[in-house]
């Protein structure tokens, strides 16, 4: 990414493809190394997709595989009507948005904090980094079972010397609960991300804004944050593709129960316990839907990133 | 990032920090400590629990100096009782090993034509590896889950190393496609010129000087594969079962297992909390796939 390399990957293409005498060939020859890879993601990712698609418009329930007839868009009225469904889109909305903004926040405050030097600034590093290592579901367990139990977890045991309630966390505040766990795995990884974007600052540039008496603040507000403004976009974007997609906290900590299903837990819960094959697909098409919106307003974010890379090179 | 930002490198890691000495700055270290000992307690505590019998595992006010015993691990292990983790851990070993060595296989040359030799239209290539990371899990399982019914498919564990790997190939051809780009063209047009073909360019000149950047592409992709829960869930049952599945075992548990538990937890989370220990830097790296360096 850095100025050097990345001018010979835009020059080349222009002059080598026009002028050669077997143009075609070599061209061909450049292609070859891609097509592997390429041929792979379309045969695993997109022909699957196809499938769903062609089944979203079927009627079929996988215990009833005879009375399988197409519907047109019924099942699709039927998941748009369907109040469980839409809830599920609400559930989905607030536990990426709710995640991914408390995440990028408090990991921009442990950033600035880990960008100062102080001792042992290594070790609070690596303590902070670790709940990003934990394995999802090992992550959840840990939440639901050792910090939430309200007979015997770590919270209400912490509570009991200062003399607080006691409550039932998972059942008085499910959504909230898991949400917790997930900003508790993914602070770590925005952290690291800011902390790579502040650490990549012009040093000399904001001496000479201190020297013209700029306060902290003012380092802060007009030149650090701008310069951060691409780490947190990407922070977001990199959040939000794998939030939107949570299934092990929801199906870990509260099993979608108690209001708590997001939209892949009830695609999983559609078609694996209710066995309902179409109305499954119609809900995973219509996700699709909601993540192409996202997609395309995060990869033009990326792109402006990427171009921003190239031009300056 | 610039030219500029590169050359200033050197000088800031050395003259290290821009505002040293500064009486604030201790109690704001004070404050990052603190931050760092809240998030790390919970861990912490998994820890010490899993070294408790149940008995003291499960009391309200915690019990922090009760007798430490390996009860927890030899439940888990299975010695005590009960199902041995250990096929679920083999397999989750060569599900995460073999996807991310296919992932290698098909990404490297991948990201070398998209690095080193462009091909027309490289961006276009690039965003569509990465648009298919976006497209939900669930938009393909069900049609997965039929195929491998009908074709005999389920429960086994090569079905999850090709999903692994599709899950994971887009992120590493993105990764690598940045690593690669270190790799000075020079270099590898005298090798041309001296009649290399591909796979010795790649093996003999690209491979070293991007070594590095493989590493932690591969470091990821295990990570990924080794924390994947939905599909393993789906299409696997006994023979095939990943660590994660064997793990949501333990989801409705109740009362005398949190030392089990704590264990289980911990065990099935020690791969990669060591990986991701060792490679910090560059697991920030990869995991911003490239564009933060």
Same mark, same amino acid.
């Given at each position: 990414?850095?100025?050097?390399?990345? /001018?010979?990957?835009?020059?080349?293409?222009?002059?080598?493809?026009?002028?050669?005498?077997?143009?075609?060939? *070599?061209?061909?020859?450049?292609?070859? +190394?891609?097509?592997?890879?390429?041929?792979?993601?379309?045969?695993?990712?997109?022909?699957?997709?196809? /499938?769903?698609?062609?089944?979203?418009?079927?009627?079929?329930?996988?215990?009833?595989?005879?009375?399988?007839?197409?519907?047109?868009?019924?099942?699709?009225?039927?998941?748009?009507?369907?109040?469980?469904?839409?809830?599920?889109?609400?559930?989905?909305?607030?536990?990426?948005?709710?995640?991914?903004?408390?995440?990028?926040?408090?990991?921009?405050?442990?950033?600035?904090?880990?960008?100062?030097?102080? *001792?042992?600034?290594?070790?609070?590093?690596?303590?902070?980094?670790?709940?990003?290592?934990?394995?999802?579901?090992?992550?959840?367990?840990?939440?639901?079972?050792?910090?939430?139990?309200?007979?015997?977890?770590?919270?209400?045991?912490?509570?009991?010397?200062?003399?607080?309630?006691? +409550?039932?966390?998972?059942?008085?505040? +499910?959504?909230?609960?898991?949400? /917790?766990?997930?900003?508790?795995?993914?602070?770590?990884?925005?952290?690291?991300?800011?902390?790579?974007?502040?650490? %990549? *600052?012009?040093?000399?540039?904001?001496?000479?804004?201190?020297?013209?008496?700029?306060?902290?603040?003012?380092?802060?507000?007009?030149?650090?944050?701008?310069?951060? *403004?691409?780490?947190?976009?990407?922070?977001?974007?990199?959040?939000?593709?794998?939030?939107?997609?949570?299934?092990? /906290?929801?199906?870990?900590?509260?099993?979608?129960?108690?209001?708590?299903?997001?939209?892949?837990?009830?695609?999983?819960?559609?078609?694996?316990?209710?066995?309902?094959?179409?109305?499954?697909?119609?809900?995973?098409?219509?996700?699709?839907?909601? %993540?192409?919106?996202?997609?395309?307003?995060?990869?033009?974010?990326?792109?402006?990133?990427?171009?921003?890379?190239?031009?300056?090179? | 990032?610039?030219?500029?930002?590169?050359?200033?490198? $050197?000088? &800031?890691?050395?003259?290290?920090?821009?505002?040293?000495? #500064? $009486?604030?700055?201790?109690?704001? =270290?004070?404050?990052?400590?603190?931050?760092?000992?809240?998030?790390?307690?919970?861990?912490?505590?998994?820890?010490?629990?899993?070294?408790?019998?149940?008995?003291?595992?499960? @009391?309200?006010?915690?019990?922090?100096?009760?007798?430490?015993?390996?009860?927890?691990?030899?439940?888990?292990?299975?010695?005590? =009782?009960?199902?041995?983790?250990?096929?679920?851990?083999?397999?989750?070993?060569?599900?995460?090993?073999?996807? &991310?060595?296919?992932?290698?296989?098909?990404?490297?040359?991948?990201?070398?034509?998209? !690095?080193?030799?462009?091909?027309?239209?490289?961006?276009?290539?690039?965003?569509?590896?990465?648009?298919?990371?976006?497209?939900?899990?669930?938009?393909?399982?069900?049609?997965?889950?039929?195929?491998?019914?009908?074709?005999?498919?389920?429960?086994?564990?090569?079905?999850?190393?090709?999903?692994?790997?599709?899950?994971?190939?887009?992120?590493?051809?993105?990764?690598?496609?940045?690593?690669?780009?270190?790799?000075?063209?020079?270099?590898?047009?005298?090798?041309?010129?001296?009649?290399?073909?591909? $796979?010795?360019?790649?093996? #003999?000149?690209?491979?070293?000087?991007?070594?590095?950047?493989?590493?932690? @592409?591969?470091?990821?992709?295990?990570?990924?594969?080794?924390?994947?829960?939905?599909?393993?869930?789906?299409?696997?049952?006994?023979?095939?079962?990943?660590? $994660?599945?064997?793990?949501?075992?333990?989801?409705?548990?109740?009362?005398?297992?949190?030392?089990?538990?704590?264990?289980?937890?911990?065990?099935? !989370?020690?791969?990669?909390?060591?990986?991701?220990?060792?490679?910090?830097?560059?697991?920030?790296q990869g995991l911003s796939l490239g564009a933060v360096k």
């Amino acid at each position: 990414m850095t100025a050097t390399t990345t /001018a010979p990957v835009a020059a080349p293409p222009v002059h080598t493809q026009k002028k050669q005498p077997s143009g075609r060939m *070599r061209a061909w020859a450049t292609r070859a +190394p891609l097509l592997p890879a390429l041929i792979f993601m379309i045969a695993v990712t997109q022909l699957p997709f196809v /499938a769903t698609l062609v089944i979203s418009f079927f009627d079929w329930n996988s215990l009833y595989p005879d009375a399988r007839s197409f519907t047109g868009f019924g099942n699709y009225t039927e998941v748009l009507t369907d109040a469980a469904l839409r809830k599920s889109v609400w559930v989905t909305i607030l536990l990426t948005v709710g995640v991914v903004l408390t995440s990028l926040v408090l990991g921009l405050g442990l950033a600035l904090l880990l960008d100062r030097k102080f *001792r042992g600034r290594g070790l609070v590093r690596t303590l902070l980094i670790a709940p990003f290592l934990v394995v999802p579901v090992a992550a959840a367990l840990l939440w639901k079972h050792v910090l939430y139990n309200p007979e015997y977890g770590l919270l209400n045991g912490l509570l009991h010397y200062v003399g607080g309630p006691q +409550p039932d966390w998972i059942s008085n505040t +499910p959504l909230l609960a898991i949400e /917790a766990s997930l900003v508790w795995q993914w602070t770590p990884f925005m952290m690291l991300i800011l902390l790579a974007g502040l650490q %990549s *600052r012009d040093h000399q540039q904001i001496e000479a804004a201190k020297v013209d008496g700029a306060s902290n603040w003012q380092v802060f507000r007009y030149l650090t944050l701008p310069h951060l *403004r691409r780490y947190l976009e990407l922070g977001a974007l990199l959040g939000s593709i794998y939030i939107v997609q949570n299934f092990d /906290a929801v199906f870990t900590i509260t099993s979608g129960g108690l209001g708590t299903a997001n939209l892949p837990y009830t695609v999983y819960q559609t078609f694996y316990q209710a066995h309902e094959n179409g109305l499954a697909s119609a809900a995973g098409v219509l996700v699709v839907i909601g %993540s192409i919106i996202i997609a395309t307003f995060a990869l033009r974010v990326v792109s402006s990133l990427f171009r921003e890379e190239v031009s300056r090179a | 990032m610039t030219a500029t930002a590169v050359q200033a490198r $050197p000088s &800031t890691t050395q003259s290290a920090d821009p505002t040293p000495r #500064r $009486p604030k700055g201790r109690g704001l =270290g004070l404050v990052a400590w603190l931050a760092g000992i809240v998030f790390f307690l919970p861990i912490a505590w998994m820890a010490l629990t899993s070294f408790h019998s149940e008995e003291d595992a499960a @009391t309200n006010p915690p019990s922090f100096a009760a007798p430490l015993t390996l009860d927890g691990y030899r439940e888990f292990f299975g010695t005590g =009782g009960g199902a041995s983790p250990w096929p679920s851990l083999i397999n989750s070993t060569v599900a995460s090993l073999a996807s &991310t060595l296919l992932v290698l296989i098909l990404a490297l040359p991948a990201a070398y034509a998209l !690095s080193i030799r462009p091909v027309k239209k490289w961006t276009d290539v690039l965003f569509f590896f990465l648009s298919t990371k976006m497209l939900p899990v669930v938009a393909g399982l069900l049609p997965i889950y039929l195929f491998a019914k009908n074709t005999g498919m389920l429960d086994n564990i090569w079905l999850l190393v090709i999903l692994y790997t599709s899950m994971n190939l887009p992120i590493a051809v993105w990764m690598m496609q940045s690593f690669l780009s270190e790799v000075p063209v020079a270099i590898i047009e005298a090798a041309q010129i001296d009649g290399a073909k591909l $796979p010795t360019i790649l093996t #003999r000149v690209v491979a070293p000087i991007a070594l590095p950047g493989i590493a932690a @592409t591969s470091l990821i992709c295990f990570i990924f594969s080794w924390n994947e829960l939905l599909f393993a869930r789906v299409l696997t049952g006994v023979v095939a079962e990943t660590a $994660p599945v064997f793990l949501t075992g333990f989801i409705t548990s109740q009362g005398l297992f949190l030392a089990k538990v704590c264990a289980a937890s911990l065990v099935v !989370s020690l791969p990669v909390l060591a990986a991701g220990f060792a490679a910090q830097d560059k697991l920030v790296q990869g995991l911003s796939l490239g564009a933060v360096k």
